[in-house]
């Protein structure tokens, strides 16, 4: 017998219910008692806003009004009727209230006051009932949903590409091993190195750093393609900025150039962020809020210049500034942070790697806006990027965002055989492992693009969470694979 | 100077463009030529269809009609005419053709004949751009993208559950080590065991094999959820349905039982079959009847009643045959298969674990359509399922599909907290590793379900490709890694 005959608590806001008899489910979040009335706010999930519950004492069990404590589980049904108060403008008249599961006041973790972020890390398996990660994780799931649309009206084919790889030879970081030999007694060859044969794939083989060079593959073939699945990076940095499995997109067009790469980036940039600002107002406007509070806690000089909504509204409206390395180079250089040596790595010559100190100049002091650097020195890009005519610098575009950083690293890669082999072997990355990769150079090629975008930084830009372990449910860092 | 000035060959068939000027670009699948006129059929892969390009030898220069050969990559420009021949109605007339990248005939692997689907497994990095392939990779696009648009429309929230966990209690089958220890060099304790302390998680880790648990403890805050990600298995199966690395959908839902988990199965089946349906149409009508002729390689007994589009349109139209286990099981032993002995392993007594010839018998034979079976013994089945009244079975489901077998398999969750606890222990599974998982079930617990689809078997089941590693762009099993 179906039991799930509930309307959801966005239903009930979003249309007039009143004098409806209805049954809704959900979690306590507090709970008002008088002699006279009990008012007990529940929350299903389906938004940030509780709704309203009024319990008589005459109508409802003292034992049942007892156990109705915060993080209990209920089924109510009752009347919808005007609502008495401020704040809502309909509630819900108790009937019957049914207690689906206890929350023990001793023991449940989750009474209603300000918990840090740190301690709901501790428990990441409860903290998606709050008011903040509930926020976090329903904007998570828009900007997902609006990623996989947006490529999908403009007729790009989603590739699930391999997490488990042989092909480490892109350079991206460090990796994890994937193995099935048992590590106290692994099978050794004849000159005691490991024998690999005998593991499940019969070579060595570690988890995905990216997708992009199958995604290359797919392109030659599919003409627009992306990916969106995990990443791994088995580095020990334990900052706010990076995780160990993080989710990335990364989009490679048959038939792109540089500037047809920064145009799509920007669009699809400016398109995610207008759909979270339409489809997820009352989370956002509970986050907007979270984050004024936070800003106050910040030393003056760090504070954003605009709240979170107006970053949101600002970076969807205005044009991106498109500008050189060389250029910015030269903004930097003269700067009067430079000058006054307030940089902690100065900006001296071209051909440095740009910091995120200066990254971040650039948009929140110089430009206000969202940048996207373009034709980096070959010397600090990776092998695949289109070489420009000028001979030191490739077709690379990062976008960098206020607060973030690089959101979007890309290029237009060399499609030209021979020029990018010489850059493989410049770089000593093995051309006969990747003979399948240098295939599409051999046969068929085409001037094509791609960008890469970490999700988890365009979630954190999106909710203002500033630690990027509050925007995926269990995050994975050094020491840390709990859940 | 943006590049991609082109019109995509989908389009260009969608609408009437008699007349116009435009710029073409894709791969040539064949050319015919003549001394009066060549005609070039290009692909850019925006649909299976090509787009036939004239090509008059006055007017394009003989050395750039010869490399104009099969795989060559093209930039035509030219002007849309009515077709003189049949199959199309407009064609291209080419004022200008350029190689963008040759394929040397020579060398190409893939010239126009037929390939066996072995041989193009080989070269994964291009088979994507065979009509198969194409279509296969195509439909798993609109198959995803209509997975995410039901979830979405029916307000579930799309969760990213880890992949690297420390949890390997499910017992769901074996799993693939992840470490950054030196596997030559391990470090160790001092009674000689590894010390996973020392590893990057200090602790053993490994590759999960279902988001589910962690999609339960999301759905307890969020209400409904979903998950979509790789899962692997590290079993050493060298069959046409098993692959280490896979996808698979998790929906969980808070405040379902048994029959709302069906349903909702049962629904979001038929939707995403619908879909492909609808937006595959070209794609669906070549795999059909690329279907219809492998069919008649097959011995007559194994041949399937019904071509590809009517199999799909059958399970989007009928209603899908709901029994218990207990009842399969009296069907199957008074089976003539069964009494005749034709069966490899003879259904004789209650309790047994079912095989796919009687999963397969059950759908094809008996029923004739698509089978939800319920309530299997306990001890057949996971510890998390809930405990039936009977004492014997539990709350599970599997969803039995022609051809395929088993395409969904899930279960009302135990969130009963003793119930839960006495099982784990019968069952050996260690509840203080699980105390987060426990944790839903000591705080607002509340009665739920979900369940696991093979996103794989969905992709077979609707191209109809018989061997699960052609409708992934690049398949991990045991010895295979490549690309």
Known sequence: MAFNKRIKIKALLEDDHLGQSVTVMGWVRTKRSNKNVSFIAINDGSTIKNFQVVADPNQISEDILKKASTGACLKVQGQIVASQGSGQSSELVAQNIEILGEADPDTYPLQPKKHSLEFLREIAHLRIRTNTFGAVFRVRHALAFAVHKYFNDKGFFYIHTPIITASDAEGAGETFKVTTLDLKNPPKTEDGKIDFKADFFERETNLTVSGQLEGELAAMGLGEIYTFGPTFRAENSNT????????????????????????????????????????????????????????????????????????????????????????????????????????????????????????????????????????????????????????????????????????????????????????????????????????????????????????????????????????????????????
Chains 1, 2 share one sequence.
């Not at 970053?311 to 250089?333: D, P, S």
């Not at 010559?349 to 929140?364: A, P």
């Not at 960098?400 to 890309?410: D, K, S, T």
């Open 240 to 483: 706010a900025r990076h995780l160990a499995e993080f989710w990335m997109i990364e989009p490679e067009m048959a038939f792109y150039d540089a500037e047809d790469n920064q145009n799509l980036a920007e669009e699809f940039l400016k398109y995610v962020i207008s759909y979270a600002l339409e489809n997820c107002k009352d989370d956002l406007d509970f986050l907007d809020k979270r984050a004024a509070e936070e800003e106050v806690s910040k030393p003056a000089d760090q504070r954003n210049e605009l709240g979170l909504l107006d970053r949101l509204k600002f970076v969807a409206e205005n044009e991106f500034q498109r500008l050189t390395y060389t250029e910015a180079i030269e903004i930097l250089k003269n700067s009067n942070q430079n000058k006054k040596k307030k940089f902690q790595y100065l900006v001296e010559k071209w051909g440095v790697d740009l910091q995120s100190e200066h990254e971040r100049y650039l948009v929140e002091k110089h430009f206000k806006k969202p940048v996207i650097l373009t034709d980096y020195p070959k010397e600090i890009k990776a092998f695949y990027m289109r070489q420009n005519e000028d001979g030191k610098t490739v077709a690379a575009m990062d976008i960098l965002f206020p607060g973030i950083g690089e959101i979007v690293g890309g290029s237009q890669r060399e499609e030209r055989l021979e020029l990018l082999v010489n850059r493989m072997k410049e770089m000593h990355i093995p051309t006969e492992e990747m003979w399948w990769y240098l295939d599409t150079r051999r046969f068929g090629a085409t001037p094509h693009a791609g960008f890469g975008l970490g999700f988890e930084r365009l979630v954190q830009f999106v909710t203002g969470m500033g630690n990027i372990r509050d925007v995926i449910a269990f995050p994975r860092t050094p020491g840390h694979a709990e859940f």
